[in-house]
């Protein structure tokens, strides 16, 4: 009995989708849908159909009630992504968090990422999301789960980071996409091609277990982020540092580090995959105080800030040289002040000189002044005594 599949070429018609730097959604999903379509054709063992072949609206709840009316026994609905601050990158898919629907949604949307595993883009890997009601949050997925057919949104990768289109700016690129696609659906289903030459009946597939309770997504921050320094180069500058995180429900993606103190914080960098620790240098500047701190997120994009490390400022040659010239210049400066001191002290002494020279000369004038009065008074005072006590006869006349 053949495999029944739905491909959902996502959006279409006024349901535009994203939009990025000249490229809309609906437009590439269609081309990878059409191309996976094709190389699935070859193999043997499956029917393949498709809720649009063309620019077209078609209702959310039509595309799924076209999957029950061909009895599908899979539908996967292919898109491309986009983040609110444009920051996120990579790949991923979403699934039903409810019973079988889940473990084989999970089950093929691991697949597909190990197919895809070849490319540079990060593996974000299978997620689930619930509305406020507590049911599946995509309506191809929730509308899905209520017909029992097994689904999953393939998020390609994402249109607003300039280094993924790659991945989607020319045709060849997006056919490779619906080839990597169809290959995955053939080991997923253990489908064999003559045309292709291939046979993935035995391919080996991990069973996720039927869940007993609703597999909800992971609202909580990783559980550890924290850093150490390492070592640090002063003629680079730069800093190299260790970085632990841990987060057992989600994993880890990213991680993020700011040299301000979180004030700002660069580009999202890949955490490696199934690591609680890794290490990085980080690129410092000169004359700046310097206050690290570091974000590690985890597979929910949900994250928590390490400690802080207090680098202080690291000075370059070029501001050394400056403040040694500055010195340099302070201590010349007063040399020339106290070298000018000197020299107006010592030209100004032969003036100061004559001054004194004047000012004793006035002094000794008034002094013999004052004898030669006093002498006069003195002579005056003797003779005056003199008179006095030998006064001058009289004689008479006969």
């Known amino acids: 009995m053949s495999i029944q599949l739905v491909i959902d070429p996502g959006h279409g018609g006024e349901n535009l989708g994203a939009q990025y730097y000249n490229y809309t959604e609906k437009d590439l999903t269609v081309q990878v849908g059409l191309a996976m379509a094709e190389e699935l054709r070859k193999y043997d063992g499956i029917d393949v159909y498709l809720t649009r072949e063309e620019d077209l609206d078609v209702s959310l709840a039509d595309r799924c009630q076209y999957a029950d009316d061909v009895d599908a026994d899979f539908f996967i609905s292919l898109h491309f992504n986009a983040s609110e601050e444009h920051t996120l990158y990579g790949k991923e898919t979403w699934v039903s968090a409810f019973g079988e629907c889940y473990a084989k949604g999970y089950s093929f949307g691991r697949v597909w990422l190990d197919e895809t595993s070849d490319t540079t883009l990060h593996n974000r890997g299978v997620k689930t999301r619930l509305n406020d009601d507590g049911i599946d949050y995509y309506g191809v ?94 003629d680079i500058p730069a800093i190299h540092i260790d970085i632990r995180g841990e987060d057992e429900e989600s994993g880890l993606l990213y991680y993020s580090y700011s040299t301000d103190g979180g004030m700002t914080y660069s580009t999202l960098q890949r955490w490696p995959a199934g690591e609680n620790e890794t290490d990085a240098t980080i690129a410092l500047e000169y004359d700046k105080n310097i206050s690290l701190i570091c974000r590690v997120y985890n597979g929910y994009d949900l994250y928590t800030e390490t400690n802080v490390i207090e680098i202080g400022t690291i000075h370059s040659a070029k501001s050394e040289n400056i403040e040694e010239n500055m010195k340099k210049n302070m201590e010349e400066n007063t040399m020339a002040t106290t070298s000018e001191d000197v020299i107006s002290l ?39 005594t003199l008179k006095l006590m030998f006064p001058k006869k009289k004689h008479r006349k006969h």
Not at 179 to 194: H, N, P, Q, R, Y
């Open 141 to 234: 997925i929730r509308r899905c789960t209520e017909y029992q057919i097994p689904s999953c949104i393939i998020e390609h990768c994402y249109m607003d980071i300039e280094e993924e289109h790659v991945y989607f700016n020319t045709s060849e690129a997006l056919k490779q996409l619906g080839i990597k696609d169809a290959t995955a659906v053939a080991k997923f289903f253990g489908l064999s091609s003559e045309e292709l030459g291939v046979d993935y009946s035995d391919y080996a597939i991990e069973t996720v277990p039927v869940p007993t309770s609703v597999m909800a997504p992971d609202m909580t921050e990783p559980a550890l982020a924290e850093i150490s320094e390492l070592s640090i180069d002063e």
């Open 346 to 384: 010592v030209e100004n002494e032969p003036l100061q000189d004559a001054a004194q020279q004047k000012t004793d000369s006035g002094d000794i004038e008034i002094f013999l002044f004052l004898v030669f009065a006093i002498l006069l008074v003195s002579l005056g005072i003797v003779f005056t």
